[in-house]
Nanobody, 124 residues
Framework: VQLQASGGGLVQAGGSLRLSCVGS????????VGWFRQVPGKEREGVSS????????FYADSVKGRFTIARDNAKNTVYLQMNSLKPEDTAVYYC??????????????????WGQGTLVTVSS
């Protein structure tokens, strides 16, 4: 499956953005999908993930209560709604697809397919 992430941009602190991850080549509904973010010089950090059916979701502590992940399998798309954004949320955000979901952890090694990344910049 090929993944295309979009929706990044520049927003003020407290604002909102919605990221989209569109799958092509294979139906995205087969895959669990995760969102990760990375800033230069740091490791890629897991943000949120959703099981293939949409019934299970995971959030990193840093985004709980502010971010919401959802999927529309009919549109082959997974969304990440980001509210109450903070400057520390600034990063390149990547979506990834895999066949292993966990309620307890979110690691890059759990995913096989990656999108190209979309930049989110939150100004203070």
């Amino acid at each position: 499956v090929q993944l295309q992430a979009s929706g990044g941009g520049l927003v003020q602190a407290g604002g909102s953005l919605r990221l989209s991850c569109v799958g092509s080549g294979r139906t995205l509904s087969t895959y669990d999908v995760g969102w990760f973010r990375q800033v230069p010089g740091k490791e890629r950090e897991g943000v949120s993930s959703i099981g293939s059916s949409g019934g299970n979701t995971f959030y990193a502590d840093s985004v709980k209560g502010r971010f919401t992940i959802a999927r529309d399998n009919a549109k082959n798309t997974v969304y990440l709604q980001m509210n109450s954004l903070k400057p520390e949320d600034t990063a390149v955000y990547y979506c990834a697809g895999g066949l292993y979901y966990s309620d307890y952890d979110l690691l890059p090694a759990m995913f096989d397919y990656w999108g190209q990344g979309t930049l989110v910049t939150v100004s203070s």
